[in-house]
């Protein structure tokens, strides 16, 4: 056993420059840390207490962010070291390190490896050549875009449902794509040695190129090949068909519910649908399965399906969003008759507010030809809404919001989230946390009340016993959110509706208002001179103030940013004509911010050329 350490250490980059009788006498030095599969090894923010050799297992090191619960940082292999930082800086673990299998490691403790340093000025070099190049490692790995990722491993759901038929088909539709490259299981060449899990390895990466997304189509059954692709993956998709029973091979199984996080692929869900006149159903059982980051319907017949799957695969995929203004939102049909006229593909839509009635709309019909009628309606009601004869006892707002909320019943029907034919998100705030909720599955006019329920206007919708407000007070322009439902959505377009700007118009009026004197001076029989707002649009901007600075943030974010000019227009009420004008005018604000920013790929493209063209 002393020989296979004395090799194990040897082998170890940080101990690689120093003589036998060094290692020999720093082996003495090591205490022996058994730590059992799914154990601790340390947590980040702990104090750093010594360097650690791995003997025998498997580590995985992650750490905690303000914007992600989880971020994998990668795997420790046996020989591997852990804990430089830490035993040379003698500041706290910056990451948690876990044991994915039973290991043995070897300690050295922090006051022990610093007289060792003062003893081998070599293990000071080399554990800061580790920790650089750790650390390109690391800025490659937060910097790097995640649609730009070449791995994508596809498996079927279990051993009753083929890929051959997938594939040939999504083939045929990539027939003329030159960046992807497509890898059977056969292509592989299988050992049984010890160096099986290496020359796999060794071949998935021959099988690379620089220019290309290599796909990867294997079986769902644990083997070497399958727990290799696993590590290597940049993206997992599992495949099922939507007539067979819901289930998963034991291996998906243990990959999904016990050590999926170890990996930086987050599996998405692929249903194939035989008939296109039918709806998904119970697409919730599948998704209570696993943590999917996205579910993808696919009819086998239609042609624009395997487009807009392809699109996700390639890291091309378009996401639209709609930001919140209410009545406004009829400018969101005019941009999606512009991007329609234009051919450009909506493949993740999703918005807030009004917008998320828009993108719930299209979501579910796949088009905006026959929203004009129903939005018509909703405005109505909305304007109804706020009249004297729909108050009600302020419990939790001032309107009963009945008609409003039997409309949107009447429009989405009984529809889930879950089973539309695309993607589709929309976003509340939850009243008892101060946060925003993005919805993805569920009842769709339910969540999209959620999203409309403005404060004080209409009652609050209850989600889980938690009253939800109306989406736009915390993220009126959710781009943030559309960016990280899939690293395969490489563009974002979004649409804004309400811009926060200096207000031309002046007001006079005193800071004490009784009742009797505003009735007099609207009924013009006093005080002439005074100018008052109009209160439902003050109330819902000052409300939307505090989301002023999320929005610039946001909107910043898009690819894509479409802002028509609607200042002259209410939030809350409109003329019949006005939403032609409305219409019109998201419709020509699309047109030129669409070309805008086709000019522009254009001549980044022909730059590209150029520049490759100079160095040949």
């Known amino acids: 056993m002393t020989v296979d350490i004395f090799?194990?250490?040897k082998a170890s980059r940080i101990f690689s420059l120093l003589e036998d009788d060094a290692i020999h006498k720093i082996i003495k030095q090591f205490d022996r840390v058994y730590l059992r599969k799914n154990k601790i090894l340390f947590h980040q923010g702990d104090v750093a207490d010594g360097l650690y050799v791995l003997v025998s297992g498997r580590l995985v090191s992650f750490l905690k962010t303000k914007v992600s619960p989880m971020k994998v940082l990668g795997t420790i292999e046996p020989g591997e070291t852990v804990g430089e930082l830490g035993a040379i800086s003698h500041e706290p673990r910056s990451a948690t390190v876990k044991a994915l299998d039973d290991s043995i490691l070897l300690k050295l403790s922090v006051s022990v490896f610093s007289e060792l340093c003062n003893e081998y000025p070599s293990l000071i070099l080399e554990t800061m050549n580790t920790l650089v190049n750790r650390s390109r490692t690391l800025i490659d790995l937060f910097a790097a875009k995640e649609s730009q990722q070449k791995k994508i491993v596809i498996f079927p759901a279990n051993k009753h449902i083929s890929l051959n038929e997938f594939s040939v088909q999504l083939q045929k539709m990539a027939a003329l794509l030159p960046d992807m490259i497509w890898v059977p299981e056969s292509s592989f060449v299988l050992d049984e040695t010890a160096n099986s899990a290496a020359n796999l390895g060794k071949q998935m990466d021959d099988f690379q190129d620089d220019y290309c997304k290599t796909v990867y189509l294997l079986s769902a059954e644990e083997t070497p090949l399958t727990k290799i692709a696993l590590?290597?993956?940049?993206?997992?998709?599992?495949?099922?068909?939507?007539?067979?029973?819901?289930?998963?091979?034991?291996?998906?199984?243990?990959y999904l519910h016990e050590v999926a996080f170890i990996y930086k692929a987050k599996p998405e869900l692929i249903i194939l649908?035989?008939?296109?006149n039918h709806r998904p159903r119970e697409s919730d059982i599948w998704l209570k399965m696993a943590s999917f980051r996205l579910h993808h319907h696919i009819r086998v017949g239609r042609e624009a399906d395997w487009q807009r799957l392809l699109r996700?695969?390639?890291?091309?995929?378009?996401?639209?969003?709609?930001?919140?203004?209410?009545?406004?939102?009829?400018?969101?049909?005019g941009a999606l008759r512009a991007l329609t006229e234009l051919r450009v593909p909506i493949d993740i839509i999703g918005g807030v507010s009004g917008g998320s009635i828009v993108a719930g709309y299209y979501a579910l019909h796949e088009t905006y030809e026959d929203l004009h009628a129903d939005l018509h309606k909703l405005s109505v009601v909305t304007h109804q809404a706020i009249k004297l004869y729909n108050l009600t006892w302020p419990v939790v707002s001032l309107f009963n919001g009945r008609a409003y909320?039997?409309?949107?019943q009447r429009i989405f029907g009984r529809v889930k989230i879950e089973n539309l034919w695309r993607p589709f998100f929309c976003v509340s705030s939850n009243l008892a946390n101060a946060t925003q909720v993005i919805h993805r599955v569920g009842t769709l006019w339910k969540k999209i009340r959620a999203s409309t329920s403005v404060p004080g206007i209409f009652p609050p919708m209850v989600v889980r016993g938690k009253m939800h407000l109306d989406g736009g007070l915390i993220n009126n322009l959710p781009v943030d959110v559309m960016k990280k439902m899939s690293p395969s959505v490489g563009t974002v377009i979004a649409i804004e509706l309400v811009h926060h700007s200096n207000e031309e118009a002046s007001y006079k009026f005193p800071?004490?208002?009784?009742?009797?004197?505003?009735?007099?001076?609207?009924l013009r029989m006093i005080h002439k001179e005074y100018r008052f707002p109009r209160f439902t649009e003050t109330f819902l901007h000052a409300l939307l103030m505090g989301s002023a600075i999320k929005q610039r943030e946001t909107a910043?974010?898009?690819?894509v940013l479409i802002k028509p000019d609607l200042s002259t227009f209410s939030l809350l009420s409109i003329t019949p004509a006005q939403e032609k004008e409305l219409i019109e005018i998201g419709y020509q604000a699309t047109i030129k911010a669409i070309k805008k920013w086709r000019r522009s790929q254009k001549k980044s493209q022909e730059g590209v050329v150029s520049f490759v063209k100079k160095q040949v």
């Open 231 to 254: 590590e290597k993956a940049d993206m997992v998709y599992i495949v099922t068909e939507s007539h067979v029973k819901p289930s998963l091979s034991q291996f998906l199984r243990d």
């Open 405 to 408: 909320t039997e409309t949107q």
């Open 556 to 559: 910043a974010a898009a690819d």
């Open 312 to 333: 996700f695969l390639r890291g091309a995929a378009v996401g639209v969003v709609l930001g919140g203004g209410g009545v406004r939102s009829w400018a969101h049909l």
């Open 511 to 522: 800071p004490a208002l009784p009742f009797w004197k505003v009735l007099l001076t609207k």
């Open 7 to 9: 090799s194990l250490v």
């Open 273 to 276: 649908h035989a008939e296109e």
